[in-house]
């Protein structure tokens, strides 16, 4: 017998934090008011939104301190709204997550009255959420129902998966307790209140279910009042004589850390009938314990819980895998909350009032826990969440700490009365809406090929097909049965045609008897051998089924294997792409720093060129420095030398002025004197040199044209005579006054045939014809001019001699590093160093003929 496999729990254990969550959806639907004349306190004003206004009562009690009030919700119902609609948007996409294996929690809350149960359960004909949701699950897995005990729950809130034999006996176990088997139309007609809940043209089906997989449906019925839970399923046998309370159920956590009710019944369900069949059932239970323990209905909530087990075909699409992993379980939550107005609304006494502050607190801790999650999820705090303190909280929690969609209809009832309630109703609602729940996620799909169930099918028709065109299944042969006939101990005659006959009939008993015996020996023998057979079958089936299970496993792992691989294969694509691009940057970054270094050289070079020419620079500064300095010394040398030699020649100047003067007093007292000679006197004083005059040499010409004239007609002046001192063979008197500076120069007049004197007497003068005169002077630059002022001398008609000058030559020296000094235009660039020799005529106003110059470079 094959080991049952367990199905598992809804829940998976914790995941990280990153996953996906979603907000609970909130919904809102407003029932229609019970009078056309009671006053309306709600109005729809979009899809989306709904406005309270206080009623008037409230107004004039409060002075109008109510305020309209808006509220937001994911969809709003209006009051024309269909269950079918309603169904449409807020149920429809939880069967579809029921049959993706994703749980689902979906609950009405609202005060009593406003619509709940209408909106959960309807009635006929208007069958609400929880029909419709029955109804959409059965059309839609219809067809791939497993047998009824293939899916069994066991006792920890999961579900096993049984072999067909056990299924089987289970299934004849079940058909003999049931003497009456009742069919769904029985049962329609039993219960003609639920019968035609919904419209069969609005049937719905999903059609996104994997064919290849056999379905369960389970349901319970659980109704938590006061804080106790109570299983509406239990088969317990109800004494209307001595009523015993109902047993009330715990809470347990299974293994995976979900909670469940234990030891609830769960029944398995093949079709919405049975499905409703079984809800109610629960109903009328709950109607009767309301009814016999006094209680109020109203204060209890309702939890009917939707399971679907669901696990792939074989490889053959023939049987259930029989794979426990394969397992899966999804279940929805369809909850009808008690009426969420307070106590005193109620007007409870004693144990009621009691109990119906316990059903307070419960929707009191519902409220608790979703601001503690909303603040934990908003907030990032990590207080604790007291799931624990009520049933209901307690039963939902891994719905909000685990996963799973979670919807709520906000039921409103627009009258005036309810205002107060409906605007706590409307808090609850918005706070709700910000509570986050992490999205199931889907579950691993099984590695066997699709499609598996259709070739199946597909596979069985061409077989009966095919059969049939041979005549269909053999059920007996004619001849064996002749042969087995003929086997048999041949009948005798038995022609009775005589009434004393008493041979015949015995005769025919004997052989009826043998034959008899052989008929049970042969049934005695075809039994052995049909047990043998039987039992060899059972054998064969039993390793077939290993066979098939080694197979399957073998294929499974060849299909995660295969999985591996190609994960494998796209994680190396990816890996091979990474390192592609990781490659081109990098060739980008190498030719990025192959740039840069080139930059680098290129600027190292530069730098070391200009640290080159920086060096030389600064040497050659240095030399410049040296250079200079060693200019600053000898110009200040010069300078002081020069600084020396002016204040020398100043007082030469000085010197040569008095001179000058002295001889012009001289020279004036020698003609002062000749003069006194020649009238009165025998002897005439030799004429002085004087300061060159015109005026003057008029004068003296004019004078003298009165005294006696000179012995040579010649004009004293020679102007075109330019000849050098050293082209005639004349005797020269060369005057060079005491003061004279000696300057070292390398011009110097070399006068061959000179008498050297330092002062003019008569009686060199008497023995030359020629006489020079060297006068040093201050030029106007500050150099020291030394001009040679020539003349003849010729003798006096009183015996004595007189100079007539005739010429001058100017030497003078200059400093070419003198910054005073001026170049005149047209000279030469370069400060060299020039030695002028100028010719002057001895009056400065002379004609400009004689202003011929002689310059000579050193
Ligand atoms: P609750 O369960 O919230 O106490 P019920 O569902 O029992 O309220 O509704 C009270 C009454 O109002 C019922 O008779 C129900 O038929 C009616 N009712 C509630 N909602 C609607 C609706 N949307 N349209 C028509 N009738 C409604
Ligand atoms: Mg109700």
């Known amino acids: 017998m094959q080991r049952a496999g367990k199905g598992r729990t809804p829940r998976r254990p914790k995941k990280p934090s990153n996953i996906e969550k979603d907000p609970v959806g909130v919904y809102c639907r407003i029932r229609p008011l019970g009078g056309e004349d009671e006053e309306c306190c709600v109005e729809m004003i979009s899809s989306s939104t709904i406005q309270l206004h206080a009623p008037d009562g409230l107004k004039a009690n409060r002075n109008g301190e109510y305020k309209e009030t808006q509220y937001c919700f994911k969809k709003v119902f209006g009051i024309k709204t269909t269950q079918i609609e309603l169904f449409e948007d807020v149920a429809k996409p939880l069967i579809e997550d029921l049959i993706h294996c994703k749980n689902g929690l979906l609950f009405t809350y609202g005060v009593t009255g406003s619509g709940k149960t209408y909106t959960m359960t309807g009635s006929p004909g208007e069958g609400g959420l929880l029909p419709r949701s029955l109804d959409m699950l059965f059309n839609s897995i219809g067809p791939f129902q497993a047998k009824r005990f293939v899916f069994k729950p066991d006792e ?45 043209d609005q049937a719905c089906k999903f059609e996104g279910v994997d064919e290849d997989c056999c379905y369960s449906v389970f349901v319970s019925y659980i109704e938590i009042y006061n804080n106790y839970i109570y299983d509406l399923l239990e088969d317990a046998p109800f004494d209307p004589v001595r009523p015993k309370p109902p047993q009330s159920k715990i809470l347990r956590e299974d293994q995976n850390h979900n909670m469940y009710v234990a030891g609830c019944t769960e029944v398995e369900v093949k079709s919405t009938e049975e499905a409703f069949e079984v809800f109610w059932k629960g109903q009328k239970k709950r109607r009767i314990a309301n009814t016999e323990l006094n209680r109020e209905s109203s204060r209890s909530h309702s939890v009917f819980t939707v399971k679907l087990a669901q696990a792939p075909l074989d490889a053959d699409g023939d049987h259930i895998l029989q794979d426990k992993s394969q397992v899966n379980v999804s279940q929805l939550c369809l909850v009808d909350l008690a009426g969420s107005e307070r106590t005193s609304r109620t007007r409870a006494e004693g144990s009621r009032l009691r109990e119906a502050g316990n059903i307070n607190q419960s929707l009191m801790t519902l409220r608790t826990c979703m601001e503690v999650l909303r603040e934990n999820q908003m907030c990032g705090t990590n207080r604790m969440v007291p799931y624990r303190d009520s049933k ?51 579950r691993p799909i099984c590695g066997l090929t699709p499609g598996r169930r259709q070739r199946n099918q597909a596979f069985k028709d061409e077989l009966s097909r095919r059969l049939e065109e041979r005549g269909g299944p053999v059920n007996g042969d004619p001849i064996q049965l002749n042969q087995l ?61 290993s066979k098939e299970n080694v197979l399957h496993d073998q294929r499974s792992k060849l299909g995660e294997k295969d999985k591996v691989i190609a994960n494998q294969r796209t994680e190396i694509e990816r890996l091979e792409k990474k390192s592609k691009t990781l490659e081109y940057k990098i060739d980008i970054l190498q030719k990025t720093t192959e740039m840069y270094e080139q930059d680098k050289r290129s600027l190292q070079q530069e730098l070391e060129g200009r640290e080159q020419r920086l060096q030389k620079e600064l040497a050659e500064r240095r030399r410049m420095e040296q250079r200079m300095q060693g200019m600053v010394t000898d110009t200040k040398l010069k300078w002081e030398r020069e600084c020396e030699r002016r204040v020398n020649a100043k007082q030469l100047e000085l010197q040569n002025k008095l001179w000058v003067k002295d001889e012009k007093l001289k020279q004036l007292k020698a003609i002062v004197t000749e003069n006194g000679g020649a009238s009165g006197g025998p002897a005439e004083p030799p004429r002085k040199p004087e300061r060159p005059s015109r005026e003057r040499d008029r004068n003296i010409v004019e004078k003298r044209s009165a005294s006696p004239t000179p012995l040579s007609t010649v004009p004293p002046v020679h102007p075109m005579h330019r000849r050098s001192h050293s082209a005639g063979g004349e005797k020269w008197v060369d005057h060079k006054p005491a003061s004279n500076l000696d300057l070292d120069t390398v011009m110097q007049p070399i006068i061959p045939n000179a008498i050297k004197v330092s002062t003019p007497n008569e009686k060199a003068l008497s023995k030359c014809h020629k006489y020079v005169l060297r006068h040093q002077e201050l030029a106007s630059d500050g150099e020291i001019e030394t001009k040679l002022i020539k003349g003849n001398v010729f003798k006096t008609r009183g015996g004595g001699q007189a100079v007539e000058f005739t010429d001058i030559e100017t030497l003078k020296q200059e ?12 000279s030469r660039e370069g400060p060299a160093q020039t030695d002028d020799i100028e010719n002057r005529p001895p009056v400065a106003n002379i004609s400009s003929s004689h202003g011929y110059q002689k310059r000579r470079r050193p």
């Open 156 to 200: 920890k809130n999961g579900i096993e998966v049984q072999n067909q034999v056990d299924a089987l006996l289970e299934r004849q176990k079940r058909d003999n307790q049931q003497s009456v088997p009742r069919t769904p139309s029985s049962r329609q007609r039993a219960d003609p209140e639920f019968a035609d809940m919904i419209n069969p």
């Open 815 to 826: 400093d070419p590093t003198a910054p005073s000094r001026k170049r005149r235009s047209g």
């Open 392 to 442: 209901v909280t307690h039963l939902f929690k891994n719905y909000f700490d685990g996963e799973g969609k979670v919807r709520m209809v906000v039921c409103v009832n627009p009258k005036a009365e309810d205002y107060e309630e409906t605007l706590l109703v409307m808090r609850f609602a918005e706070m709700t809406q910000e509570v986050e729940v992490a999205r199931p996620v889907d």
């Open 485 to 545: 006939i003929e086997s048999l101990p041949p009948l005798p005659p038995c022609e009775l045609s005589d009434p004393s006959d008493d041979q015949t009939l015995p005769r025919l008993m004997e052989v009826l008897e043998r034959r008899y015996r052989i008929r049970q020996k042969m049934t005695e023998q075809f039994n052995q051998t049909a047990n043998n057979m039987k039992y060899t079958l059972q054998q064969f089936e039993s390793q077939f089924s």
